[in-house]
């Protein structure tokens, strides 16, 4: 979702904004993190050692990839340095470090979207004045936005484009050949990618995997409002 969009309603932008920036130095932080954690639980150090297992957001900023997000509502921060040859299990650890920053962005929306169906259904069970409303309803857009970028990144790290999260999936899974062709043209493949992602070719298809996964998410907490209209009904 590009900020450009927004331009013309500088209340939202706002918003946005701000939430954006708190995606850049507490969730990527947190992102980064899970990295590092997973890493280490799985044998290897190196993160730990180049003092990366911290939720200091200086030690994982990364300044294109904090751009990207505050104009484009997806970005990276510093990859964690690994060393899979340290793992106990070499396929087990490459994935599991892998796939940690994408679950750990996956578990702030839907603690998001859990406030978010509480926030939703505050208006049927009290009165309120418009004021109040008015505030509820700011508070509301900016969990949404909060949940939508925190989706939009483990959307975006679950590409399989080197070198995000989710080209070493793949790399688990994937046969030597196809492993041998990513190295190979690891380089051209990711300035192809980034051409596309400057262009906003992959605008259209991120909104809908983004919207697919926010509307899952939604279906899954759909037990929320029930709850709370037993209890305040």
Partial sequence: MSIL???NDPQ???ILLGIRLLIIFTILPVHEYAHAFAAHK???ET???NG?????PIAHLDIFGAIFLLLFGFGWAKPVPVNPRNFRNYKKGTAITAAAGPLSNLL??????????IINYIPVCIAMTEATYNALYYV?????????VNLSLAIF???PIPPLDGSRILSVFAPYKVNAWLARYQRYIYIGFMLLLFLGVLSIPMSWLINLAYDGLSYLFFWVEPIMRAIFL
């Fill in 157 to 159: 790290n679950l590409i």
């Fill in 5 to 7: 969009s927004y331009l």
């Fill in 12 to 14: 939202q932008l706002i």
């Fill in 108 to 117: 702030c929306a839907a603690i998001g979207m859990f406030v978010l169906r």
């Fill in 47 to 49: 993160a730990y050692m």
């Fill in 42 to 44: 799985m044998g290897d």
């Fill in 52 to 56: 990366r297992m911290t939720l200091n």
């Fill in 140 to 148: 509301f857009l900016a969990i949404y936005y909060f949940v939508t």
